[in-house]
């Protein structure tokens, strides 16, 4: 009896993990995202359910977390049984009564930004005389795409407010300011972080807008990935060669940063996201909202295709304006699918994960060039040597990158700390191997270093003018507790 029971057991099991697995089937989640997102940032809970469901996944109670025993399929199954991950789709990008692919149907604003459904809403609400005022960023006059929040009363406002700027505009200003103008319905155009503002003034016990009834705000919220600092940005695009009164329309697709100086044509300029990252708005990295999930329109042109744009209608008053817009010819607007559906899930993952971010603490060194460097060789009795050994048996202590800035000839090092728990007194020692000798040594002391945080270290190269760059750089970490716990050596090469 008790076989029978195993054996049905088992297929039903088996039942179950085939299943799934096929319904995961093509899916980015697998074992090396649960690795990266969950494992190595510091947030696994070391529950092992992912070891408990996969059949070639193992916990391994030396290192704290899980390995495998066989080949991983990429099915995905641990990563979506996994507590500390992202996966349903209310979570991803918040609740939405209907969604929808749409257009604009106003020959002014075709051509515009994507889809220019935005432009279309805030034209048919001033039309049906739903609003008296709407709230937008628009260009700076004085200054080429700078943003500048603006009160804007009519359907030619809104049409000249069209187009996207990169940057964090000031809207909820421009809001109060319409308030206090006693406009008493306004349309509020802004980033998810803006639209989060609103929806707090408003809900909150002690929100400034709660107990004010005049005011009644619908709010549009953009989909937005990434913000950038114009007085960072603009000067590198500017040295770049790009004249920014020229540019008339930009724009984010396909992990691109597009500039054009004729919307009909092709870009002028394109860069990745990632030649871009280091003008980003530091707060973008701790955001988690992709689709603006407060507001009662949210509008994007993830999952959409060319000139359309991504709608969620997350309440009641947004449901009934993109239905009666698309009736009355301002829209045309189609359901929205599942494969629609794929691309906003996987870019607000992308945004989710920021939550398990953990500050970087930097160190820099400051070389005492009169203090004495310490005994290179130090010999103690093998007893004493081996007195102390690593916990947790093989347990990696560090991992380290480096990044090399040939210009100004500086190695960077970022050492983070993996074991879990705080290293105390970390003497880092930095030093150049030339055949069998060792160069410019630099050594400095960390009092503490706590799990998973990360310290950067900048090293001079001091390379000679025509020299090529090719060393070696090693670099160790030790402690009193526990003696030598990181060695590794950096072979540099120019880039070619």
């Not at 290192?63 to 979506?80: E, R, S």
């Not at 918040?94 to 034209?123: H, K, M, W």
């Not at 016990?205 to 913000?227: E, N, Q, W």
């Amino acid at each position: 009896m008790t076989e029978n029971n195993s054996e049905k057991t088992e297929t039903q099991y088996e039942y179950s993990f085939e299943y799934i697995q096929k319904k995961l089937e093509g899916k980015k989640d697998s074992f090396g995202m649960l690795m990266k997102e969950i494992v190595r940032t510091g947030v696994c809970t070391e529950c092992g359910t992912c070891a408990a469901v996969c059949p070639v996944l193992e916990w391994d109670h030396i290192a704290g977390q899980p390995k495998l025993i066989g080949k991983c399929t990429g099915c995905g199954i641990c990563y979506n049984q996994c507590p500390r991950t992202i996966t349903d789709p209310h979570i991803l990008m918040g609740e939405f009564r209907t969604g929808y692919v749409a257009n604009t149907n106003i020959p002014e604003v075709i051509g515009g930004q994507d889809g220019g459904t935005v432009t279309s809403i805030l034209c048919y609400l001033f039309d049906e005389h739903l609003i008296d005022a709407a709230v937008v960023t628009m260009k700076d006059l004085s200054k080429p795409w700078h943003p500048v929040a603006q009160i804007i009363t009519s359907k030619e406002d809104a049409i000249k407010s069209s187009g996207s700027i990169y940057s964090h505009s000031q809207t909820v200003e421009a809001l109060m300011d319409a308030i206090r103008q006693d406009f008493r319905s306004i349309a509020f155009v802004g980033t998810p972080c803006n639209i989060d503002a609103v929806k707090k003034m408003f809900d909150s016990p002690t929100g400034m807008l709660k107990y004010f009834m005049r005011a009644h705000v619908l709010s549009i919220g953009l989909f937005c990935m990434d913000s950038f600092a114009p007085e960072a940005l603009y000067p590198f695009f500017e040295k770049d060669g790009i004249d920014l009164s020229k540019v008339q329309k930009m724009d984010i697709n396909k992990g691109k940063f597009h500039l054009y100086y004729d919307p009909q044509a092709e870009p002028v300029k394109s860069y990745t996201i990632k030649q871009l990252d280091k003008f980003k708005s530091s707060s973008c990295n701790f955001c988690t909202d992709l689709t603006a999930e407060n507001a009662d329109i949210s509008v994007g042109s993830v999952g959409s295709g060319a000139n359309k744009n991504t709608v969620f209608a997350r309440t009641g008053i947004g449901t009934e304006i993109m239905e009666d817009a698309a009736e009355k010819g301002y829209l045309e607007i189609e359901p929205f699918n599942a494969i629609n559906l794929n691309a906003v899930l996987f870019l607000a993952k992308l945004k989710k994960v920021a939550q398990y971010n953990i500050q970087k603490r930097k160190v820099f060194i400051v070389r005492d060039l009169a203090e004495k460097e310490e005994a290179r060789i130090e010999t103690k009795p093998e007893a004493e040597q081996i007195s102390v050994k690593p916990p947790l048996g093989t347990r990696k202590f560090l991992s380290a990158s480096k990044t090399l800035n040939e210009v100004d000839q500086i190695l960077s090092l970022s050492l983070t700390n993996t074991i879990g728990y705080v290293l105390e007194d970390l003497k880092i020692r930095v030093v150049t191997v030339e055949e069998l000798f060792e160069k410019r040594p630099w050594i400095t002391t960390i009092k503490e270093l706590f799990p998973f945080e990360t310290i950067e270290i900048g090293y001079p190269l001091e390379i000679k003018e025509g020299e090529p760059i090719v060393t070696n750089i090693l670099v160790e970490a030790s402690t009193e507790t526990f003696g030598k716990i990181f060695s590794r050596t950096f072979k540099l090469a120019p880039k070619e």
